[in-house]
């Protein structure tokens, strides 16, 4: 503990009655040198996180903006975002600051982050189901574990296993992938033993025919072992 304390000072909104932290003299001495002293978007929202959990919320939302013009990055919108949300209830702001945090989303696994973000925080299952289309259409430029990770997230967020069954077979039908990794996850993650075991004999046999011993080894223990 710091040894600060903070008096609670009772005002009212309408016919209810809030109970806000007031600062003391040296927590406003040490956010102010902090406030001046931050040079990235990282520490401003350090700083403004600390400022809400302390009673300031008036004070925090002005470093909030502060943070806000210093970023970029989808990443980091996103993590304001979340600040936004949990810190100061300001679902309204938060949402426009997830809308940028889309717009510079550069890969498929900012975009399913973004939509996690949006069903833990916001609640908003349609607008994630938007997002998580745009990952779907983004996974073809990038590689076929792409569809597995978003096939999980959209079990786990939206419960949606036919869509998520839809993005397993085109992992599996993607160039370039690799049978053992969509098999074994088609068993672990989605639940499907039977069809898991399917791809994983493919492997098997395409193993076969090219005559590498080590993959033929690999492909027999995870169908012993997951099978």
Request: aromatic share 8%.
């Amino acid at each position: 503990s710091s040894g600060i304390t903070t008096a609670v000072v009772p005002f009212f909104i309408g016919a209810r009655e809030e109970k806000v932290m007031a600062l003391t003299k040296e927590q406003i001495k040490e956010f102010k040198e902090a406030e001046e002293t931050a040079e990235d978007f990282y520490k401003l929202k350090e700083v403004a996180d600390n400022l809400a959990e302390a009673g300031d919320k008036e004070w925090a939302k002005k470093v909030y903006k502060k943070a806000e013009v210093t970023t970029e990055e989808s990443r980091e919108f996103l993590m304001l975002a979340n600040s936004l949300s949990e810190k100061l209830n300001d679902n309204k702001w938060a949402k426009k600051v997830y809308k940028k945090a889309e717009d510079k989303a550069d890969c498929v696994d900012d975009l399913i982050d973004l939509a996690e973000e949006v069903c833990e925080y916001l609640d908003e299952k349609d607008l994630a189901k938007k997002i998580y289309l745009k990952a779907d259409k983004a996974c073809a430029s990038e590689n076929y574990y792409c569809y597995i990770n978003l096939a999980n997230s959209l079990i786990e967020k939206l419960d949606d296993r036919k869509w998520a069954k839809e993005l397993y077979e085109k992992a599996e039908k993607t160039e370039g992938n690799d049978l053992g990794t969509i098999g074994s996850h088609l068993i672990t993650d989605f639940g499907d033993k039977e069809w898991g075991r399917k791809v994983l004999e493919k492997g098997l046999k395409e193993a076969v025919n090219n005559k590498d011993k080590e993959a033929i080894g690999l492909y027999e223990k995870m169908i012993k072992e997951l099978c």
